[in-house]
């Protein structure tokens, strides 16, 4: 299977889920409701293997970034059962809250770089905020901004980053804790297809490494470029799709 | 998984690309909460005023509690026997008995009798001078300077003095007095600590709703934080920091505003020490001096501030996360 581009084959992302190992996030009949509002999310139930990689997809407000906030944690269940790391959410304490954060890093679709520090900092933050010592992170972090094409924009403040730049630079925020679950909302949505394709990549680095990526997205021909599991939001209920 | 080899992600550089040197850090001391300075400035300047006016009070209450205590000091340590004039006795002859019996009494380091006309020259202030005071009974009056090894019994004496001289000699030990005093200079102090209470509670308050606005304020800046991993406390410490400095700053300002206020006061008082106001205030506040236990509770106080507006914003931001 090939998408005809001159930069990528499509790539076959096949399951490596074992029958014993956890997944690292589950939804059983999840419903979820701001206020007194309809329903944004029915019966929602799936599953992520470890170092599986899949793409959430469906039309504007659908319900993919309030599925990506209850995987954050960041808003709870009206009902259902949400696990993470093999941990059920619903009473969890602020502490074990911040440790299973720890473990997911998260593209946001506005970015959320924080406008007062730089570009180096931005990408330092996941690791300053555990108490590391500034020097035994500095040069894992500035390679990862080369790597990601951000080394001579280190010293620079996100408001004088381009869009792609700050998209890049919120992504190797993401990634420089190592995460094991990373969480993209609309990653490639202010870039060109060419770096879109090129960040795609990187995802997919990410995952032969042993991270697990969820990517919410509802740009198809970037979908296509891989073979993988596509979970899709459509009134509130989701289908899973396998390629 | 399987992957292409046609689809192999980028690898990183070659290490063999040409890196330079890193520098020792690359973080600036950019503080995580990020500071809106009007706001900052304005609370900075709160503190300072708020800080200057404890310490002034303190100072205030200093420097009663130390005036007190030298007049305490002194006045406690001389007794008087006042011996009344009486008719058919030789007043004379009665101050001389007084006297002698004051000297034969262990712990009185030492006697002065006041002549008659240093008895009548105590009336002129009251009276004007130039008058003939002949005809009035002014009573005479011995003092009696006490040993420093602690106040003597002075029963013993008192006793004497109503057998030998009945009816005419009396003992004043200024007992009254110095209770009077010291409830007084008591009463300056509590209301000093009082109000040294109220304005650090008044900064507290102040910090609250400081940190209650920066926290608004920085709603985006805190949930980008949780979302990188940091915890509620690692955030508190992260505010905690910036006020701790905010003030650390109105504090310094405040104190040192006080310290100067304290200097040229006690520079105008010297100034005016040779008119009759001075000597007014002289009397009664001494060379305004506050002394280095004024200037140490100045220094504190100014510590305390700073020290509470880190401590309450920890707290408020706790509070507001939780």
Known sequence: MTDGGSVTDRVNMGSLLS???????????????????????SDVSFQIAP????????????????????????VRPTRGLVSVFGEEVSDISSEALTGLRRRMGVVFQDFRLLDHLTTYENVALPLRVQGRAETSYRAEVVELLRWVGLGERMHVLPPLLSG???????????LIARPELLLADEPTGNVDPGLGRRLLRLFIELNRLGTSVLIATHDFALMDLVDARRLVLGGGRLAVEHP | MTVTSTSRPTPPPPAAAPQEALPTTLRRNAPLVPTDSAASRALAAVIAILTFLAALCAGAAEIVASSADQWQGTVAQEVTIQIRPNPGRDLDADVAK???LAKATPGIAATRVFSKAEAERLLEPWLGSGLDLSDLPVPRLVTLRLADAGPPDLKPLRAALGEALPGVASLDDHALWLRRLSTMANAFVGVGVGLVALVLVATGLAVVFATRGAMAG?????????FVGADDDFIARAFQRRFFRLGLRGGVIGSAAAL???????????????GPAGEEIEALFGAFHIGWRGYASVLLIGVIASVVTGIVSRLTVRRFLA
């Open chain 2, 218 to 226: 920085n709603r985006e800046v805190v949930e980008v934080l949780h």
């Open chain 2, 98 to 100: 007084a006297e002698a």
């Open chain 2, 260 to 274: 100067a206020a304290f200097a040229l006061a006690g520079f105008v008082a010297r100034a005016w020490q040779s």
């Open chain 1, 164 to 174: 792609g730049e700050k998209q890049r630079a919120a992504i190797a925020r993401a």
């Open chain 1, 19 to 41: 029958g014993a190992e956890e997944p690292v996030v589950q939804f059983e009949n999840v419903g979820m409701r701001y206020g007194l509002g309809p329903e944004v999310l």
């Open chain 1, 51 to 74: 170092r599986s990689f899949q793409f959430l997809t469906g039309p504007s407000g659908a319900g993919k970034t309030t599925l990506l906030r209850l995987i954050l944690l960041s």
